[in-house]
């Protein structure tokens, strides 16, 4: 059972209460909403003022929430990064499918691996933390590259050298765009040996608080395991633990 300290749930209550509240409340409407005394109120509040948590409006003299809290939470987002927060998750993402996973960043027009978790199969993906492959032709880049403006994802386009690495590889700005819409019904991408022949990666985007993409995670294996049949299980796993890490992050959507 948990130890409530009294003092601490009717502050925090107090707080709770003016972030509905714009205008503010006064000593006697915080009073009746809480179901506390106006001195007990008026304590509380002399303290959160003191604090700098909540301020006092000259004019009107009701109390209103001030900005620290605001400040407070940037601070802990901040301190927040998506390497720290995904690594539970990719390992356990990993383990759930038996396939290496990654997880990129973008970096202009390509995509950078900074993490890697190694599944224990004879065959293993070549991948290595700091490369960089185009965002075009992987599926973390046309994941991240779904939930961009029309006007980026052809930047990227005009700004990358589109090779066609092997006769699965997209080289078609309209097709490509196509693809990219398909990508954002679903919530995962998919590079059908499009970068390398005999491999599949299957990726999905990672959003940060503001709701923009971050980075993206994906599961990777030889088309002899990681097969067209096993797309869809191995697609909502990846999808999973992708909304887990954002969630991390401070992603609140769907």
Same mark, same amino acid.
């Given at each position: 059972?948990?130890?409530? /300290?009294?003092? !601490?749930?009717?502050?925090?209550?107090?707080?709770?209460?003016?972030?509905?509240?714009? *205008?503010?409340?006064?000593?006697?409407?915080?009073? !009746?909403?809480?179901?506390?005394?106006?001195?007990?109120?008026?304590?509380?509040?002399?303290?959160?003022?003191?604090?700098?948590?909540?301020?006092?409006?000259? #004019?009107?003299?009701?109390?209103?929430?001030?900005?620290?809290?605001?400040? @407070?939470?940037?601070?802990?987002?901040?301190? !927040?990064?998506?390497?720290?927060?995904?690594?539970?998750?990719?390992?356990?993402?990993?383990?759930?499918?038996?396939?290496?996973?990654?997880?990129?960043?973008?970096?202009?027009?390509?995509?950078?691996?900074?993490?890697? /978790?190694?599944?224990?199969?004879?065959?293993?993906?070549?991948?290595?933390?700091?490369?960089? #492959?185009? @965002?075009?032709?992987?599926?973390?880049?046309?994941?991240?590259?779904?939930?961009?403006?029309?006007?980026? +994802?052809?930047?990227?386009?005009?700004?990358?050298?589109?090779?066609?690495?092997?006769?699965?590889?997209?080289?078609?700005?309209?097709?490509?765009?196509?693809?990219?819409?398909?990508?954002?019904?679903?919530?995962?991408? !998919?590079?059908?040996?499009?970068?390398? @022949?005999?491999?599949?990666?299957?990726?999905?985007?990672?959003?940060?608080?503001?709701?923009? +993409? *971050?980075?993206?995670?994906?599961?990777?294996?030889?088309?002899?395991?990681?097969?067209?049949?096993?797309?869809?299980?191995?697609?909502?796993?990846?999808?999973?633990?992708?909304?887990?890490?954002?969630?991390? @992050?401070?992603?609140?959507?769907?």
């Amino acid at each position: 059972m948990i130890d409530v /300290v009294q003092s !601490v749930d009717r502050t925090l209550s107090i707080l709770e209460l003016l972030s509905n509240y714009d *205008e503010g409340l006064g000593v006697t409407e915080i009073g !009746v909403m809480v179901n506390l005394h106006k001195s007990t109120v008026h304590r509380l509040l002399g303290t959160l003022i003191y604090k700098g948590f909540v301020i006092q409006d000259a #004019s009107t003299n009701k109390y209103k929430l001030s900005l620290k809290l605001y400040e @407070l939470g940037c601070k802990r987002i901040a301190n !927040v990064d998506i390497f720290k927060s995904s690594k539970p998750y990719t390992e356990k993402l990993m383990k759930t499918v038996n396939e290496v996973v990654h997880l990129v960043i973008r970096d202009e027009n390509d995509i950078v691996y900074i993490d890697k /978790v190694e599944a224990d199969n004879t065959i293993r993906m070549a991948s290595t933390i700091g490369r960089r #492959s185009p @965002l075009y032709r992987t599926s973390v880049g046309k994941a991240m590259l779904a939930y961009l403006p029309d006007k980026e +994802v052809e930047s990227v386009w005009k700004n990358s050298e589109i090779e066609k690495m092997t006769e699965y590889t997209i080289t078609d700005l309209e097709v490509f765009k196509g693809e990219l819409k398909e990508v954002k019904e679903k919530g995962y991408a !998919v590079d059908n040996e499009e970068n390398e @022949l005999g491999v599949r990666c299957i990726g999905a985007p990672v959003f940060n608080h503001t709701g923009s +993409v *971050e980075g993206a995670i994906s599961v990777s294996g030889p088309t002899i395991r990681v097969t067209r049949d096993r797309i869809e299980e191995i697609a909502n796993e990846v999808k999973k633990y992708a909304h887990l890490i954002s969630n991390e @992050l401070g992603y609140r959507g769907d």
